[in-house]
C-alpha cells in the first residue's frame, strides 16, 4: 500500500542534500518514505492525503524520558517555585508509588502517555526504568516500556535508595539486577552527580557503565546536572551515545564533547521546572558538539511532554535559532540514539512525520504553547 502525502506547504527534511523544500509531496511505501520532491511532480500512489498547505517536519525523537512510573510530586513543583532547591530526593517518593501500582496501571499510564507524545507530534521516544530501584520492579517497569517503544534505557542506578549504602547498591545494579534487566534494554544509564547526596560520583558511575558494557548495552548518562562534575567527560571517554543535561560545563567539558562523537542532550523544561540557569547551547554549537533536545519527562522536575515546548525553550532561553533547535529535536536525537533510519526525512527512512498547524516550522517556537504539532500518522 502507497501514500502520497501532498499539500505540503514546507517540508523540512533535515537531508543535508535537499533541506527545506516548498510545495513538496512525498510517497510512503510500507511505513518507509519511498519519493520526495515538487507535488507537481508526484507519481501515483494508492491513497492521497492533503494537508492543505500545512509545514511537515520529521516525527520529533524524544531521546530522554522516565514516562514509567505512578504517583504525583506537583507539590514539589510548588516548593521549588518558592524557593527550594532540588536535589534528587523526591525521587523515592516516586519510588514508592511506582512499586505499588499494578501492572495493569502502569501499563494504562504508558499508554495514556505516549499518546500525549504523539498528539504532539513525537514519534519516538526513549523511556527510562529508575522507579523500581528492586531486580523485580526494575525489571517490570523495563518490561512494560518495551511494549511501547524499543529505545529502552535501565536506569537501576537513578539514586541510592534510603537505607542502602552506595558500595551494596552499585554491587546490585551490576550484577544481579543487570543480568535481569539487560534482556529487556537497549541502552544503561546513571546519575552521575557529586553534588547530590542520592547520586553517585565518577567512579561508581563508571563501574556501573562498564558493567553495562559488558553486558552488551549501549551507554547513556545523566551528567553536570547540579553541578560542575565528572559526568561528560566520563562519557566522552567511554564512548556514550548521550550525555543529558549539560547544565554546568567547564571548558575542559566543552572541549571533551567537541572531540568526540557523544551527543549532549540539553533538557530545558528542567531548568524551566526548577528555576535553574539553563544550559549554553551557544557555545555547545559554536564549538561543534552534536546537541539534541528531550523532554525529560518525568513527575519531578519536568511534567512536560511537549518537545514544541522545548523547542520553544531552546530558541527563547538558549540563543538556538528556530532551525538549530528543530534539528536538535529531530535529527540530533536520532543521533544521540544512534539511529539512521529517523529524524531525517529521507528515502529508505521510516515515514514518521509531524504536520504543523501552521505555514513554517518557525511558528513551533513562535507560537509557545499552542498544539500546533501532531504525528501526521
Known amino acids: 500500500m502507497t501514500t502520497l502525502v501532498t499539500g505540503i506547504g514546507e517540508l523540512t527534511t533535515q537531508d543535508p542534500e535537499r533541506g527545506t523544500l516548498q510545495d513538496a509531496a512525498l510517497v510512503i511505501d510500507d511505513e518507509l518514505i519511498a519519493w520526495i520532491g515538487p507535488a507537481a511532480s508526484a507519481p501515483a500512489a494508492d491513497e492521497r492525503i492533503d494537508v492543505e498547505g500545512r509545514a511537515v517536519v520529521p516525527g520529533f525523537v524524544d531521546s530522554h524520558s522516565h514516562l514509567a512510573f505512578a504517583g504525583d510530586r506537583a507539590d514539589e513543583f510548588a516548593a521549588r517555585m518558592a524557593g527550594e532547591r532540588y536535589d534528587g530526593g523526591g525521587i523515592a517518593r516516586t519510588v514508592d508509588a511506582t512499586r505499588a501500582a499494578s501492572d495493569e496501571a502502569l501499563r494504562a499510564l504508558l499508554a495514556r502517555r505516549v499518546s500525549e507524545l504523539r498528539a504532539q507530534g513525537t514519534t519516538t521516544v526513549e523511556i527510562k526504568s529508575g522507579y523500581g530501584l528492586t531486580v523485580d520492579d526494575e525489571l517490570r517497569t523495563l518490561r512494560l516500556a518495551a511494549e511501547v517503544t524499543p529505545e529502552t534505557t535501565f536506569l537501576g542506578a537513578h539514586v541510592v535508595p534510603p537505607g542502602t549504602d552506595v558500595d551494596s ?9 543487570l543480568d535481569a534487566c539487560a534482556p529487556h534494554a537497549r541502552w544503561i544509564d546513571v546519575f552521575c552527580e557529586p553534588a547530590s547526596p542520592h547520586a553517585f560520583d565518577g567512579e561508581a558511575a563508571r563501574t556501573v557503565l562498564e558493567a553495562g558494557r559488558a553486558a552488551g548495552l549501549g551507554l547513556r548518562v545523566h551528567g553536570n546536572q547540579l553541578g560542575p562534575g565528572p559526568g561528560v567527560r566520563l562519557a566522552v571517554e567511554l564512548g556514550a551515545a548521550s550525555v ?113 498547524d501552521a505555514p513554517t516550522h518557525l511558528h513551533l517556537a513562535y507560537r509557545p504553547g499552542v498544539p500546533i504539532a501532531r504525528s501526521l500518522f
Open 169 to 177: 547498591y552499585v554491587a546490585l545494579v551490576t550484577g544481579a539486577m
Open 244 to 356: 543529558d543535561h549539560c547544565t554546568y560545563l567547564t571548558g575542559d567539558d566543552v572541549d571533551a564533547l567537541a572531540g568526540g562523537d557523544t551527543v549532549a542532550t540539553l533538557l530545558p523544561g528542567v531548568e524551566f521546572s526548577t528555576r535553574s540557569p539553563y544550559p549554553d547551547a551557544r557555545r555547545l554549537l559554536d564549538a561543534g558538539v552534536t546537541v539534541a533536545l528531550a523532554t525529560d519527562c518525568n513527575p519531578g522536575t519536568c511534567s512536560s511532554s511537549s518537545m514544541p515546548f522545548m523547542i520553544a525553550l531552546a530558541v527563547r532561553e538558549m540563543s538556538m535559532t528556530p532551525a538549530e533547535a528543530l534539528w536538535a529535536a529531530t535529527a540530533g536525537g536520532a543521533r544521540a540514539l544512534r539511529r539512521t533510519d529517523i529524524g531525517v526525512v529521507a528515502p529508505g527512512n521510516r515515514a514518521d512525520l509531524a504536520v504543523l
